[in-house]
């Protein structure tokens, strides 16, 4: 199957900071979502993007999925406590299609 | 909207039972689920697919015939490990997607199966 590389694979960071990540792969996407995973939970859905250069937003969130259709980054800005978790990036190649998840980047925030 | 149960949340059995999972979804029809395990520090990987009437497709490496599944309805798909082993041990999450015509899935909050 796809293979998606996922960076970084963690990141510790001050709140209030910016946080940026990103996904690529070597082969052409028609949608990237984006999952976050808090320990011992299910992932909850994000932001599904599905057209190249689409620049979506939810909240603090904003998410893009690349022209080149092999990439899309993740930004989360003013961090806050509840941000800490694990972020995935996920491809499905339809809706009957089972997700493809990157690996993960752990955020974690320092006091 | 969209949401997902999971039953139990938790379980813990001996090596050689069997131990089913439910997987409902609460607030919309799933014309199809899915099943991921997750391992400690690792992604979730797709083990099987399961449309409501039909059989599951399982992905390469998932024994069908370890890892039963059951999607009696448009709400309801059940995961059942038979013969449990240590190395069965994992966290079981499933998802749901709607068929409303895009690619986003509603996960449940997951099931940590501990075989002893």
């Known amino acids: 199957g796809q293979q998606l590389n996922q960076s970084p694979q963690s990141m510790f960071i001050q709140e209030g900071e910016d946080v940026s990540m990103n996904c690529t792969s070597s082969?052409?996407?028609?949608?990237w979502l984006w999952y976050k995973q808090d320990p011992g939970e299910g992932p909850v859905l994000l932001i599904a993007?599905?057209?190249?250069?689409e620049l979506t937003s939810n909240g603090r969130l904003t998410a893009q999925f690349g022209i080149t259709r092999k990439d899309s980054f993740l930004n989360i800005s003013a961090s806050i406590p509840s941000d800490v978790g694990i972020y995935f990036c996920g491809y499905s190649g339809g809706g009957a299609d089972g997700l493809t998840f990157g690996k993960g980047t752990h955020l974690i925030i320092q006091p | 909207g969209a949401v997902v149960s999971q039953h139990p949340s938790r379980v813990i059995c001996k090596s050689g039972t069997s131990v089913k999972i439910e997987c409902r979804s609460l607030?919309?029809?799933?014309?199809?689920m899915f099943w991921y395990r997750q391992f400690p520090k690792q992604s979730l990987m797709l083990m099987a697919t399961?449309?409501?009437?039909?059989?599951?497709?399982?992905e390469q490496g998932v024994e069908k015939d370890k890892f039963l599944i059951n999607h009696a309805s448009l709400t309801l798909s059940t995961l059942t490990v038979t013969s449990a082993h240590p190395e069965d041990s994992s966290f079981y999450i499933c998802?749901?997607?709607?068929?409303?015509?895009?690619?986003?899935?509603?996960f449940g909050p997951g099931t940590r199966l501990t075989v002893t």
């Open positions: 998802s749901a997607h709607a068929g409303t015509g895009g690619y986003e899935q509603y």
């Open positions: 607030d919309f029809q799933a014309t199809t």
């Open positions: 993007l599905y057209k190249a250069g």
């Open positions: 399961s449309n409501e009437g039909s059989k599951a497709t399982y």
């Open positions: 082969s052409i996407f028609n949608t």
